[in-house]
Nanobody, 129 residues
Framework: QVQLVESGGGSVQAGGSLRLACAAS????????MGWFRQAPGKEREWVAS????????YYADSVKGRFTISQDNPKNTMYLHMNSLKPEDTAMYYC??????????????????????WGQGTQVTVSP
């Protein structure tokens, strides 16, 4: 059982930056597809980015490509989402998710919520104009 805890959310003005962190209880010894999703009020949860822990392969939604960077610190069992040039439309609850599996799984099914078995509780990001 993997437990995930997000941190780093907050309020920032448009154009600002935040770094979200997702601390995992453990993912050493296994390969995981780790992902970030977000959900704005009244909208469906959407995929933001994913990373495959074994190869460090990264994937991004078009809406954040070039502005967000996903990374990991394996010794700390922590995944990060560095968010730059934030826009009001980035306002949402951000969730991290994890699923053990192959690189192929991560590549093909990274954007599907049903891919991920483990979820954190979320951290709020609010971007003001």
């Amino acid at each position: 059982q993997v437990q995930l805890v997000e941190s780093g959310g907050g309020s920032v003005q448009a154009g600002g930056s935040l770094r979200l962190a997702c601390a995992a209880s453990e993912y050493t010894g296994s390969s995981y597809c780790m992902g970030w999703f977000r959900q704005a009020p009244g909208k469906e949860r959407e995929w933001v980015a994913s990373i495959y822990t074994s190869t460090n392969s990264t994937y991004y939604a078009d809406s954040v490509k070039g502005r967000f960077t996903i990374s990991q610190d394996n010794p700390k069992n922590t995944m990060y989402l560095h968010m730059n040039s934030l826009k009001p439309e980035d306002t949402a609850m951000y969730y991290c998710a994890a699923q053990p599996g192959s690189g192929g799984l991560c590549y093909l099914q990274r954007a599907d919520q049903k891919t991920y078995a483990y979820w954190g509780q979320g951290t709020q990001v609010t971007v003001s104009p």
